[in-house]
């Protein structure tokens, strides 16, 4: 089960196909969907999380908890709308296609994914864009 939750921020329309596209997403990765709790939240809502589980002081558009048992994915997926709508501007991206590249880093990183070298990001941007694209024609 895909769930959305909202902490102090303004809920922001989530497509009805969204979850499926999710779904598929994970099936496509050979994982079962166990549940997923997306939480939507501002910059100072997402900085405290990051100050309070990593000891890390700054803001960022995604944090992960993973909470994965063997092939079945379920975690905590913090997200920051600020922080998405400030990088669709920088990456001169709509909104829609920068919040659906951070829903599927999400998910992405529960699979198994990292992003902390050079070639494991260049491989999760091409994950995400394969979704992504797969999402637009859904």
């Not at 997306?38 to 309070?52: A, G, P, R, S, T």
């Not at 599927?104 to 091409?126: F, N, P, S, V, W």
Request: hydrophobic letters at 35%; one cysteine or more.
């Amino acid at each position: 089960m895909i769930n959305y939750f909202f902490e102090k921020i303004d809920k922001v329309e989530i497509h009805s196909n969204t979850s499926e596209w999710l779904e598929n997403l994970i099936q496509a990765e050979n994982k079962k969907l166990g549940e997923i709790n997306y939480i939507f939240c501002d910059d100072e809502y997402l900085l405290k999380v990051n100050q309070d589980y990593l000891d890390h002081d700054y803001y960022t558009d995604i944090i992960t908890f993973d909470y994965v048992k063997g092939k079945t994915i379920s975690g905590d997926i913090f997200v920051s709308l600020p922080r998405i709508l400030d990088n669709a501007s920088t990456l001169s991206q709509n909104f829609e296609s920068e919040f659906n590249r951070v829903l599927a880093h999400g998910i992405l990183h529960l699979c198994g994914y990292k992003d902390k070298t050079e070639e494991e990001e260049t491989q999760m941007r091409a994950k995400e864009d394969f979704y992504i694209n797969q999402f637009k024609n859904f």
